[in-house]
């Protein structure tokens, strides 16, 4: 018996792994190949191809497909509708199953309602990318992306809060919630742990 939760709607295909604790809701459809961790919910209407990988604790929100060649770390969150490919530059009458690009999704990062990844993209650790955004190149840990094409505009907290730091430069903030303390470098914010 699985020791995950299945919908009576929905298909998984013999060989794909999936982890204790996790939900499988109306409509999904995972295929053979995919490997979806601990604690994981997949919403109604979602899709995980064969060349996937979804770490333990994500969030797939309603009407995402998981595209081969994807690859999300612990704590994702995939907001509605948001959408990632696998092909740059894709035509209809020629096969271009070999031209697979990788998608990697880094530990913590929710990308908001309607996004788009572009494929071939490395979104950083607690990254946050706004609704309606659409990625097309790499993100770094911590920034908040809007727009078409997205651009940073800020710095986001593990917890999800906006720090109060400009885009590029030097600085230190601390998250109210847990104390955490960020140190700006430049474009690189790290996080400091709080003081105990």
Known sequence: MADFYQHSSAIVDEGAQIGEG???????HVCAGARIGKGVSLGQNVFVGNKVIIGDQCKV???VSVYDNVTLEDG??????????NVYNPRSLIERKDQYRDTLVKRGATLGA????VCG????????????AVVNKDVPAY???????????????????QLELPVRGAGRAICSHTGA????????????????
């Open 181 to 196: 303390s960020y140190v700006l470098d430049g474009d690189l914010l790290t996080k400091v742990e709080a003081q105990q």
């Open 121 to 132: 993209v490395t979104i950083g650790e607690y990254a946050f990318v706004g609704a309606g």
């Open 143 to 161: 920034a908040l992306m809007v727009g078409v094409p997205a651009r940073q505009i800020g710095w986001m907290s593990e917890y999800g809060e």
């Open 22 to 28: 996790s939900r499988v809701w109306h409509f999904v």
């Open 76 to 85: 994702v969150f995939c907001g509605p509708s948001m959408v990632f490919t």
């Open 61 to 63: 929100q309603n009407n």
């Open 114 to 117: 309607n996004c788009t990844i």
